[in-house]
C-alpha cells in the first residue's frame, strides 16, 4: 500500500506542469508590453495569439492608409454662383469646434482667402453632424430675421435633395473625373424657407494623400503574408486610384454587391438589350460602332446605379459566392459599418483569421466580431471598447509591427510548450516503466520536486528569448505540436533508460547512486530540451538564445551538478561521473536536434505543417 502511495505522489508530482500557466501568461504579458512601446495596446493577452494568426487585414483607408490631412483643390461652383458662396455654405454647414478632418481644411481656406470676417455675419442655431446612414451634415443658419437650411455631404446624395432644374449628368461626370484623380468630392447645397427644394450651390474636391509610408508597409505586409484589403465609404473610382497608388491592386468592388443587393447582371442585361435595340434600329452598322454605342449606355447605368439601392429581391448571391468575391477583392467602397460586419463574418467561414481596424461606435459590432478588432488612433470609446487591439499612433505600420511582435511571442509560446509536453511525457513513461517494470524507484520524491523548481522557474526567462518573425500567419499546429514534442519525449525515454543501464550494469553503482545519476541526467537534459525545441532549424544557429534564458539555464545546470557532487538531499556522485553525465547528456542533445530536423522535413513533405 505505502509503495502505491510512494508511486503515486512521484507520479503526480512529476505529471503536473505547475509552471505552465505562469510561463505563458508572463510570455504574454511580456508581448503585450512590448507592443505598447510600439504604440499598439492589447485589452485581452489572448489576442496577441489570434493576432499572430491574422491572415487578411481589412483596413481603412482614412487615417490608416492615407494622412487623414484633408486639402481643398479648386472648388466647382454650378448654377451662376460663386467660390466664395460655395466656400462660405461649405463652412456653415461645418463646425470647427468638432475639428473633423474633412472640415478642417474648409475653415483654413476661409481663413486664408480673408472670408471670416463674412461668416461671423452668420449664427448656426442648430447643427446635425455626418453620419454614415445619411451621408451628410446640416445646419439651420440664421442671418439677421432670415433663417435657410444649409448641407454638404456625398454628392449623389445631395443632388437627390435638389430640384430637377439643375444638370446632374455634367455635375456627376465632374464628380467622376475628380474621383479618377482620388479626389472626394462634397455636395454643397442651400435650401430657403420658401423653397420646396435645395438649391445646388457646388461641388467641393478634397485631396486626401496616401501616407509616405503606407506602399512600404503594405509591400512588407504582403511579404508576412497579409492579404490586405482597403476598405473606404468613398466610390469605387477613388478607391481603385488611391488602391493602385498603394499597391494594393485595383480589384475594387462595391459593398452592395455583398449585400444582395448587386446591378451586375441587370448592367449585363442592359447591355444585351441596347445592343439589341441598336442593330434592330440601324442594321447597316458596324459590330464597332454596336459595342461602343453599348459601351456609352452600360457607362450610363453604372452611374445611375450608383444613386440608387437596389431591393435585396432583385439578385440572390448564394453565400459561397459572395465568400468568393471578398476573398479575390483586394478592396471595398461604399462601405457602411454594417458591410464591415458582413466582410468579417464572411471571411471567417472561409477559415480566415480576420483583422479589421475601426474608429466609430457604428463599428463596434465588426471590430468584435474579428478575430483582431484594431481600434486606429483616434477612435471612440465605444470602438475602444470593442477591439483586441487599441493604436496610439497613426498608420499601418503600427498594425504590421504589431502583428510582427505577435508572431515572435506566439513563437516562444510554442517553444515552452512543445518543451513541457516532450518533458512531461519523458518523465512520465521512463519513470513508470522503470517502476513497474524493473520494481526500481529512479528518482526520489525529493528529486522530483528539485527537479520541477530547477527545470520550471527558470524557464520563465523563455518570455524574453530571441526568436525570428515567421513569414507567415502562425496559428496552433496540434499535429505538429504533438508529433515534435512526442518525438523527443520517447527519444527522453531511450536515453534515460540508456544512462540507468551504464550506472547499474556497465558501473554496478549502488540504487542511491544510479538516482543521483539519473536525477542530473534529466536536470542536464531537461533544459537542453528548451534550446531545441525553440527553433525548427539546427540549435545552434542564428537567432541564438537570449542571454538570460542561456544563463538562466547554466547556472541551474550548475546548481543541479553541485547537488549531487558534494550530496546535498541526493547520494553523491563525484565530479568524475558527473562529467560522464553531462557528456551523455550533451550528444544525446545533438542526436534528439538532427531527427527533430529530420521530423521538420517529414512533416512538410507530408503537408501536415506549411
Known amino acids: 500500500m505505502l509503495g502505491i502511495l510512494r508511486f503515486t505522489l512521484i507520479l503526480t508530482v512529476a505529471a503536473i506542469p505547475v509552471a505552465l500557466p505562469a510561463v505563458l501568461s508572463v510570455t504574454m504579458a511580456v508581448g503585450a508590453m512590448s507592443l505598447a512601446k510600439k504604440q499598439a495596446i492589447v485589452s485581452r493577452l489572448v489576442s496577441i495569439e489570434e493576432l499572430a494568426g491574422v491572415d487578411v487585414l481589412c483596413s481603412d483607408k482614412t487615417g490608416t492608409l492615407t494622412q487623414n490631412r484633408m486639402t481643398v483643390s479648386d472648388p466647382v461652383p454650378f448654377g451662376g454662383h460663386t467660390v466664395q458662396e460655395l466656400m462660405l455654405y461649405a463652412a456653415l454647414a461645418s463646425k470647427e469646434e468638432n475639428k473633423d478632418p474633412i472640415e478642417t481644411p474648409i475653415f483654413e481656406y476661409i481663413q486664408k482667402t480673408g472670408q471670416t470676417k463674412e461668416l461671423t455675419r452668420y449664427q448656426q442655431t442648430k447643427f446635425t453632424p455626418f453620419d454614415p446612414v445619411s451621408k451628410r451634415t446640416e445646419a439651420i443658419v440664421k442671418s439677421g430675421d432670415k433663417t435657410f437650411l444649409v448641407t454638404k455631404g456625398a454628392s449623389q446624395v445631395i443632388l437627390g435633395l435638389c430640384g430637377e432644374q439643375i444638370n446632374q449628368e455634367e455635375i456627376l461626370g465632374k464628380v467622376e473625373d475628380f474621383a479618377e484623380k482620388g479626389f472626394r468630392t462634397l455636395g454643397i447645397a442651400v435650401k430657403q424657407p420658401e423653397a420646396e427644394s435645395f438649391d445646388f450651390i457646388g461641388l467641393l474636391p478634397l485631396f486626401d494623400p496616401p501616407r509616405e509610408d503606407s506602399k512600404s508597409t503594405i509591400k512588407e505586409a504582403m511579404a508576412l503574408g497579409l492579404d490586405v484589403k482597403m476598405v473606404t465609404g468613398d466610390n469605387i473610382a477613388i478607391a481603385k486610384q488611391i488602391a493602385n497608388v498603394l499597391g494594393i491592386g485595383d480589384n475594387i468592388f462595391d459593398a452592395r454587391d455583398l449585400r444582395g443587393a448587386s446591378n451586375k447582371e441587370l448592367i449585363i442585361l442592359g447591355k444585351i438589350i441596347s445592343t439589341a435595340v441598336f442593330k434592330k434600329l440601324s442594321p447597316d452598322v458596324s459590330e464597332r460602332d ?64 480576420v483583422g479589421m481596424t475601426g474608429d466609430g461606435v457604428n463599428d463596434s459590432p465588426a471590430l468584435k466580431k474579428a478575430d483582431a478588432g484594431i481600434a486606429v488612433s483616434g477612435a471612440t470609446d465605444a470602438a475602444r471598447a470593442a477591439a483586441d487591439l487599441v493604436l496610439m499612433a497613426p498608420g499601418l505600420s503600427v498594425i504590421v509591427d504589431a502583428i510582427k511582435g505577435a508572431r515572435v511571442t506566439f513563437e516562444r509560446m510554442k517553444s515552452y510548450s512543445l518543451y513541457r509536453i516532450a518533458e512531461t511525457i ?14 526500481f524507484y529512479p528518482v526520489t520524491a525529493i528529486m522530483i520536486i528539485i527537479l520541477a523548481l530547477l527545470n520550471d522557474l527558470p524557464i520563465l526567462a523563455i518570455a524574453y528569448d530571441n526568436t525570428k518573425v515567421d513569414a507567415e500567419p502562425v496559428r496552433w499546429n496540434m499535429a505538429e505540436v504533438m508529433s515534435i514534442s512526442t518525438m523527443l519525449g520517447i527519444l527522453g525515454v531511450i536515453a534515460s533508460f540508456g544512462i540507468f543501464y551504464i550506472a547499474e550494469e556497465y558501473m554496478h553503482l549502488s540504487a542511491p547512486v544510479v538516482q543521483s545519476f539519473i536525477f542530473l541526467k534529466l536536470a542536464v537534459a531537461g533544459h537542453l530540451t528548451i534550446f531545441i525545441t525553440r527553433t525548427e532549424d539546427r540549435f545552434w544557429r542564428k537567432p541564438h538564445p537570449a542571454p538570460i534564458l542561456l544563463w538562466a539555464a547554466i547556472l541551474t545546470k550548475i546548481l543541479a551538478t553541485l547537488f549531487v557532487v558534494y550530496g546535498w538531499f541526493v547520494a553523491p556522485i563525484g565530479w568524475q561521473n558527473a562529467l560522464i553525465v553531462w557528456v551523455y547528456a550533451l550528444a544525446w542533445a545533438v542526436v534528439n536536434d538532427f531527427v527533430k530536423v529530420w521530423a521538420y522535413k517529414l512533416l512538410r513533405k507530408d503537408k501536415i505543417i506549411a
Open 290 to 353: 454596336t459595342e461602343e454605342f453599348a459601351k456609352g449606355v452600360v457607362k450610363d447605368i453604372e452611374k445611375e446605379f450608383e444613386n440608387i439601392e437596389l431591393p435585396k429581391g432583385y439578385v440572390k448571391r448564394h453565400e459561397s459566392e459572395i465568400i468568393s468575391v471578398i476573398e479575390e477583392a483586394d478592396g471595398f467602397a461604399q462601405v457602411f459599418p454594417e458591410d464591415k460586419y458582413l466582410i468579417v463574418d464572411r471571411l471567417q467561414k472561409a477559415g480566415h483569421i
Open 426 to 439: 519523458r518523465v512520465i513513461l521512463f519513470m513508470t516503466a522503470s517502476i513497474v517494470i524493473f520494481n
